[in-house]
């Protein structure tokens, strides 16, 4: 259809999630239009991610150094674990200002329809940290669908015999969504009034 410059542009901007092929034709012909400069910022803050962001070392999250700015963080209350299933949901946790412990990414939840069981998830690493690191308490904050649930029970079974807690956020999240589907506020208090397992 277009030039082949602009047809590879259009067609890599359309494997993204959330843009058809329209808005790949919209945003390829928008940075043909905008100074040169600005559209190679763009293009090189994606080879600068990708170059640097890696996983922490420690606990899964996304970061540039060995291990993440929470797991660095002398401050936080290395005793208490909040898990979440992606790095995107720390922030969401964060913005509630009720957690200051540290963080373990999953990696997604146990899904066996789509044949993802515990050994795909970071759930080993999970159990060799309480052993390790003097955690009494596991916040299970997967989110609020079948699959998360399955995933609270599966980490419960396997984390309370290593003589740990394992909490799991309260009800009155919205069901069936993502975690971010929460206000902080609803997110705060279902912290707060977290039950154990
Ligand atoms: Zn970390």
Redesign the pocket.
């Known amino acids: 259809m277009f030039e082949p410059p602009i047809q590879r542009l259009i067609d890599e901007l359309a494997r993204l999630p959330g843009i058809g092929r329209k808005s790949a034709q919209r945003l390829a012909f928008h940075l043909l239009n905008v100074e040169e400069p600005d559209a190679l910022r763009l293009a090189e803050a994606i080879v600068e991610m990708r170059r640097q962001v890696r996983l922490?070392?420690?606990?899964?999250?996304v970061?540039a150094e060995e291990?993440?700015?929470?797991?660095?963080d002398l401050r936080r209350d290395a005793s208490l674990v909040c898990v979440v299933e992606r790095a995107q949901d720390i922030p969401v946790v964060e913005r509630t200002q009720e957690f200051r412990g540290?963080?373990h990414v999953l990696g997604g939840a146990i899904n066996p329809i789509q044949g993802i069981g515990p050994d795909r998830l970071t759930i080993r690493q999970l159990q060799a940290r309480v052993g390790a690191e003097g955690i009494t308490e596991v916040i299970v904050a997967t989110n609020p669908t079948v699959e998360g649930d399955t995933t609270a029970l599966y980490l419960a079974r396997v984390l309370k015999p290593l003589g740990v807690t394992v909490t799991r956020l309260a009800s009155g999240l919205p069901v069936g969504g993502d975690l971010d589907y929460a206000d902080e506020i609803t997110l705060g208090r279902a912290l707060v009034g977290r039950k154990e397992l």
Not at 67 to 72: A, G, K, L, Y
């Open positions: 922490c070392s420690r606990c899964f999250n970061t291990e993440c700015s929470f797991c660095r540290r963080y």
